[in-house]
């Protein structure tokens, strides 16, 4: 939930307690969707987030064909193309409410995509999907060029959000803390954790994904088959001067 006044309201710190809304405010999430190829796919996840109320959805794994441009029910779909495989591929629903804000965009991977909005909300929203834990340092060091690269062009003083699946698990270590908070789900970092941590480092950028206090269940986006692992590897970040405008993150149990 996002902010768009430019003197930011507090809440309440206790638990799952959550911030009112005035009708200023911007609604978005992130969901790794695993494809939205099949038919009926697209309008049953645009139903889905309706429920929500939102604004907009930030997806990865649309496993599209080409890029295009879809109406979806209350809301229109941006979507970019997947890789040869059939895979990947992210994109973003945009409810009727704010569609005249959106200036482009634009998909310059399988992986990694931004959208530019005009206006009273954020001027520039970046998706990303990063690969797992196991893929080799050279992929990984390529994708986070690749970010740096989109994220330096545009200028500094827009309010640019970057968001996705990030695979990573980023941990409560006391040095990072300034910058991460102490909410994550977990301890310690992993190889990927690290780099999202050394990523915000850089670009003076805050993950406000682990700040806010919330149940456990309100904070992994990921679970084993089994039911037995909670990962909370979806995140979101943006400038430190900017973060207030961030009401709350949390994660919710959608349709699978």
Excluded at 8 to 25: E, G, N
Excluded at 161 to 186: A, C, T
Excluded at 202 to 220: A, G, Q
Aim: proline letters at 3%; glycine letters at 6%; charged letters at 30%.
């Amino acid at each position: 939930v996002m902010n768009m006044n430019t003197k930011p309201r507090t809440w309440s710190d206790s638990l799952d307690k959550r911030p009112k809304l005035k009708k200023t405010d911007m609604r978005f999430r992130m969901w790794n969707v695993r494809s939205l190829y099949r038919a009926g796919s697209l309008r049953a996840v645009a139903e889905e987030i309706l429920k929500y109320k939102l604004d907009l959805l930030v997806v990865q794994e649309v496993r599209c064909d080409r890029e295009g441009i879809e109406p979806a029910g209350d809301y229109t779909f941006f979507y970019g193309k997947g890789n040869e495989n059939h895979e990947l591929g992210t994109g973003f629903l945009v409810h009727k409410r704010i569609l005249s804000a959106v200036k482009r965009a634009e998909f310059v991977s399988d992986r990694i995509s931004y959208i530019i909005l005009k206006g009273c909300w954020c001027d520039i929203v970046m998706n990303v999907h990063a690969q797992t834990e196991d893929k080799i340092d050279d992929i990984k060091d390529r994708f986070y060029e690749e970010i740096e690269h989109v994220f330096d062009k545009f200028p500094k003083y827009l309010m640019e959000i970057l968001l996705g699946d990030f695979n990573s698990k980023v941990g409560r270590e006391d040095i990072f803390k300034p910058m991460i908070g102490n909410e994550s789900l977990h301890e310690i970092n992993n190889d990927n954790g690290v780099r999202v941590v050394n990523f915000a480092t850089s670009k003076n950028l805050t993950v406000k994904s682990t700040m806010f206090p919330h149940h456990n269940i309100h904070k992994f986006t990921w679970k084993s088959s089994d039911g037995k692992i909670h990962n909370q590897i979806d995140h979101i970040l943006i400038e430190r001067r900017q973060q207030p405008s961030i009401l709350d993150v949390r994660s919710s149990r959608a349709a699978d």
